[in-house]
């Protein structure tokens, strides 16, 4: 079965600018959660999402905002970009929420903001 | 606030040594435990999991242990392999459908 697929792979974008960015779960999984990944930070948890509403949310600032369709894909969005921002994005998906054994990551978007 | 760390960074070992990579977390309230591998340019990939409940797992090669008292998990791999070489994390949860990650350790397997 096709993986969770996330898009675009690469992004490069300007300081100041905003980025969307997608996420397909696993067909059948409709918990979707997004993380951040830099080298100083590690992964940290972003939101979380399930039956198109938003679960669960981490610390971060309200620049970083998501949304889950019907057909449970997500996309996340970061507004007024900073040079922190770069990061590498993964989505999880899973078939229900609590479910983290059959928890399943992307190879996530790496966004560089320059 | 609550964090789960690890205690090296980077890690090498001989091809077919064992591998025991250490975390150490401080939520008292964590009840299950992850280790990822994650290898470059893809995302964490489940390798086993632990439940509060218990203070050893067994997986093919892999080997989870928890000791709740000092709040440390360790990982150990068996007999490594070239494709073992990844950046292993563990994560932990308190029942809030979230996880919370260690910075990584970096095993690099030297042939």
């Known amino acids: 079965k096709a993986g969770v697929t996330q898009t675009p792979r690469y992004l490069i974008k300007t300081r100041g600018q905003q980025v969307t960015l997608s996420c397909s779960p696993i067909s059948g999984h409709r918990s979707v959660s997004w993380y951040q990944q830099t080298p100083g930070q590690g992964l940290q948890f972003l939101f979380e999402?399930?039956?198109?509403?938003?679960?669960n949310k981490g610390n971060f600032p309200g620049r970083f905002s998501g949304r889950q369709f019907s057909n449970s894909r997500s996309e996340m969005n970061v507004s007024t970009l900073e040079l922190g921002d770069s990061a590498l994005y993964l989505c999880a998906s899973s078939l229900q929420r609590q479910d983290l054994i059959g928890y399943t990551f992307g190879s996530g978007t790496r966004l560089t903001v320059v | 606030g609550e964090s789960v760390g690890l205690h090296l960074p980077t890690l090498s070992v001989q091809e077919g040594d064992n591998s025991i990579i250490n975390c150490a977390y401080s939520?008292?309230?964590?009840?299950?435990f992850i280790w990822y591998k994650q290898e470059s340019g893809k995302g964490p990939q489940f390798i086993i999991d632990?439940?509060?409940?218990?203070d050893k797992r067994q997986g093919q090669r892999v080997t989870v242990l928890l000791n709740k008292t000092v709040k440390h998990l360790s990982l150990q791999i068996a007999a490594t392999q070239p494709g073992d070489s990844a950046v292993y994390f563990c994560?932990?949860?308190?029942?809030?459908?979230?996880?919370?990650f260690g910075t990584g350790t970096r095993l690099t397997i030297i042939p």
């Open positions: 999402y399930f039956s198109e509403t938003q679960r």
């Open positions: 994560a932990e949860t308190g029942g809030n459908e979230k996880l919370t």
């Open positions: 939520n008292s309230a964590s009840d299950y």
């Open positions: 632990i439940r509060s409940n218990m």
